[in-house]
């Protein structure tokens, strides 16, 4: 079943704020995960990932948090942009060589 | 641009029909996924091939087979399609079984 599931199925946010998309996991043993970022009409894009030996990992206009006491990660989008607009997954890795995605939130950005 | 790319980009079938879906991994990459996605909702994982071995699935019935050729592109099979087969199917490819997957652009299936 799944494993990793996305708190908010939508998110709306003005051009030039921040954005904050959530993710809860249930497998204490988890100990990797990965953001995917999909357009409309693409297929998946990486676009982070955190080891669980981490608490926060930071890259360009993006930073995850994990939080492995309560099983939880965010995904932080700084000064959101038009073209930010998409679905954004968490995913774990291969692990019994399956991919497990969450349901995904879907990001509005207005202008 | 991943480099993965599927084939046809669409296609409508009906109830009962069979269908092949192809997928041309990323120079390099042995190792080929398959994902079912319905609308609004994630991934779900099909199937790996490694080396032109199944090499893990998901659950899904055995009327859902694949192919991975010596190239290591790979071919998705679905026998006796049912209505709720319609989804966007998504390839992706890795150097390896635990490596991260490249995503193509996804063949979007409909059954009537």
């Known amino acids: 079943g799944e494993s990793v599931g996305l708190h908010l199925p939508t998110l709306s946010v003005q051009e030039g704020d921040n954005s904050i998309i959530n993710c809860a996991y249930s497998?204490?043993?988890?100990?990797?995960f990965i953001w995917y970022k999909q357009e409309s009409g693409k297929g998946p894009q990486f676009i982070i990932d955190?080891?669980?030996?981490?608490d926060k990992r930071q890259g360009q206009r993006v930073t995850v948090l994990l939080n492995k006491t309560v099983k939880h990660l965010s995904l932080q989008i700084a000064a959101t942009q038009p073209g930010d607009s998409a679905v954004y997954f968490c995913?774990?890795?291969?692990?019994?060589?399956?991919?497990?995605f969450g349901a995904g939130t879907t990001v509005t950005v207005r202008a | 641009e991943t480099g993965v790319t599927q084939s046809p980009t669409h296609l409508i079938k009906t109830r009962g029909q069979q269908v092949t879906l192809r997928c041309s991994s990323q120079?390099?990459?042995?190792?080929v996924s398959w994902y079912q996605q319905a609308l609004g909702q994630g991934p779900q994982f099909i199937f790996q091939?490694?080396?032109?071995?199944?090499?893990g699935r998901g659950n899904f019935p055995p009327r859902f087979s694949g192919l991975q050729f010596p190239n290591y592109s790979s071919e998705l099979n679905v026998n006796a399609l049912e209505l709720d087969d319609s989804a966007l199917y998504l390839c992706?490819?890795?150097?390896?079984?635990?490596?991260?997957?490249?995503f193509g652009p996804g063949t979007r299936l409909t059954v009537l």
């Open positions: 992706a490819s890795s150097p390896d079984s635990f490596s991260e997957q490249f």
């Open positions: 497998n204490s043993a988890s100990d990797y």
């Open positions: 955190i080891r669980s030996n981490m």
């Open positions: 995913a774990e890795p291969p692990s019994d060589y399956k991919l497990s």
């Open positions: 120079s390099g990459h042995n190792t």
């Open positions: 091939y490694y080396r032109e071995e199944e090499n």
